[in-house]
């Protein structure tokens, strides 16, 4: 893939390295001359040393239908611009930034960058997993919280140990993707039996998961 | 001219002409600026109001009502600051009159398809030059 790494430092460089790990192709834009310098020096890939946010730089970075452009600069407004730039002008088809206001993840998808990241967004995410952990479950959001995703260990006394899936009487709206049972990855079919301490995981809806676990941690 | 209410985003000297001038005509006019010393270049006809603040960020823009406003005036030393709230006014709020200055003309081109009224000070100087060495335009 032809990935473009516009701005940033040592998230640049890192990524830089994984990707060229990957063996894609990387062009790297960025104003910093020293930063510039010791990319080219590490690397064997084009650096352009310009301002990504300016067309011309864009241009001669020969951006053209580029696969995937990454805003790195600390500016969440330049950011923004770069990604309108490069998908506007230059075709780019998938473009992805940061930004330090964790408030412009929503509006800069809504005004169509494809892909936002906050650190502070992801921070809060990872701290409202943690402290689930207690209650012996725990929480992937995706696409914008819009779905989840639970991991949650059946405890021995549960109604449902012992039983086949089939035979359960699952509340609406409940799919188990996948059941693990150390070393064993299970994808579960209506016989399927599940057996105390293994770990389900559910994909579901938001409002549904606090059934969802209660469910599971029903006992009679 | 009807009373209007007006957003001026960036006090400098271009932002704080143009607020002082509007609350001239008798509109309503708030300006925002991060730095509250930018607002000694208001002259002391501007009875509008002063609100400090980063007009990147929605609560600031809503707090000065963007909501009920009709006409927004971006003048901020950056053009992608620019661009960008102007997108926000656009898309977001559905502003009808939206002014901003540019001086990188390749980025007009954001604008394409909007309503959005971008100002160049590079053509304007380049127009005036040619005028007065007489050359066609």
Known sequence: MRIVIAGGKHQADFLIKMFLADKHDITVINKDEVFSNYISTENDIPVFQSDPSKAYALSDAAIDHSDI??????????????????????????????????KNVRIFKKMGIDSVISSTYLLGQTVKTELNVEKWFRTL??????????????ED??????????DIVFPRNINISCVFRDPEVIIPNGHTIIKAMDKLIIISKPEEQDEIVRFIHKTS | ??????????????????????????HDVIVIDSDPDSFRKLNDSFSGYEQIGDGTDLTVLENANIKNTKTVVLTTDSDNTNIFIAHVCFYLYDIPNIYVRLTDNDKGTLFENTTIKPIYPFKLSLNAFLEMVGEPL
């Open chain 1, 141 to 154: 959001s995706i696409e914008d919280e819009k779905i989840v995703m639970t991991e949650i260990v059946v």
């Open chain 1, 69 to 102: 452009l990454i805003a790195l600069s600390d500016k969440d407004t330049e950011n923004y611009v770069i990604c309108k730039l490069a998908k506007k002008l230059f075709n780019v088809k998938k473009c992805v930034c940061i930004v330090s206001n964790p």
């Open chain 1, 157 to 166: 006394n549960s109604d449902i140990v012992n039983k086949r899936l089939m």
């Open chain 2, 1 to 26: 001219m009807k009373k209007h209410k007006i957003i001026v985003v960036g006090c400098g000297r271009l932002g704080a002409t143009i607020a002082t001038k509007m609350s001239e005509y008798g």
